[in-house]
């Protein structure tokens, strides 16, 4: 892939961003035994039968998922965002509808939804490849969550790695924490954002808004 200006936009898998990759695939900071172990003491908790067949392998099920669900404890948004481009473009650059998983920290159940991230590079011009948006979502995504906590955190990480002149985060979910349980509101969606620089000044941010909508018949 290149730019307008037909600089190379590939990415090269060294350094730092190596280092996020081998994140992604490593789960050994995760203690699996002992989740393993929670997992059967719920089991019987709940007055089930661990050892019959359909459940003997669920601990060891719920462990992996939890090391793959919880990945992003362990991954740092400096490496992840640590390639970087000079592609003389100083407009607004956003990534929309991407859409994610997390984990609500309260009950340890998923809210889910999609996430919009915008950014204008700043006089540096650093600007970063588009996945790399995406997978900052995942980064903070993959925790024990608020809704709040993410979307600043993914506007603080660009802020902090790439200078924009500005930045903004809007992510809209459905929380099953409030779907299939306790006030039972299944389809109610929880709209955060978190605007940093330029796109504090209403034009701007009109203009990241309307980019947002469009298409989407809002
Ligand atoms: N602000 C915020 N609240 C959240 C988020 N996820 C879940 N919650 C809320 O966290 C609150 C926890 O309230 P508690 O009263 O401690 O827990 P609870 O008795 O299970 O509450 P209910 O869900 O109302 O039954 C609930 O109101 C949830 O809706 C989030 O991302 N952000
Ligand atoms: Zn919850």
Redesign the pocket.
């Given at each position: 892939m290149s730019s307008d200006n037909g600089q190379e936009l590939s990415e090269p898998i060294s350094g730092s961003y190596a280092d996020y990759l081998e994140t992604e695939r490593a789960d050994s900071r995760i203690d699996q035994p002992r989740i393993e172990a929670a997992v059967r003491e719920i089991l019987l908790a709940i007055g089930e039968d661990p050892d019959r067949s359909g459940l003997k392998d669920t601990p060891g099920r719920v462990a992996r998922a939890y090391a793959e669900i919880f990945t992003g404890l362990h991954q740092d948004p400096a490496d992840l965002l640590a390639t970087t481009f000079d592609i003389g473009h100083a407009e607004m650059v956003m990534v929309k509808d991407i859409p994610f998983y997390s984990t609500?920290e309260?009950?340890l159940v998923p809210?889910h939804g999609v996430a919009h991230v915008g950014y204008i590079p700043g006089p540096e011009g650093r600007v970063t490849g588009l996945s790399k948006l995406a997978r900052l979502v995942d980064l903070f995504a993959k925790r024990p969550?608020?809704?709040?906590r993410l979307t600043t955190q993914v506007v603080e990480a660009l802020v902090d790695n790439l200078h924009p002149a500005g930045a903004i985060v809007v992510i809209e979910c459905e929380?099953l924490?409030?779907s299939m349980?306790?006030?039972r509101k299944p389809g109610a969606k929880?709209v955060t954002s978190a605007v940093r620089g330029q796109l504090r000044d209403p034009a701007t941010r009109a203009e990241a808004m309307n980019l947002i909508l469009s298409g989407q018949g809002r």
């Open positions: 609500c309260h009950h809210f969550q608020v809704q709040e929380h924490c409030m349980r306790g006030v929880t």
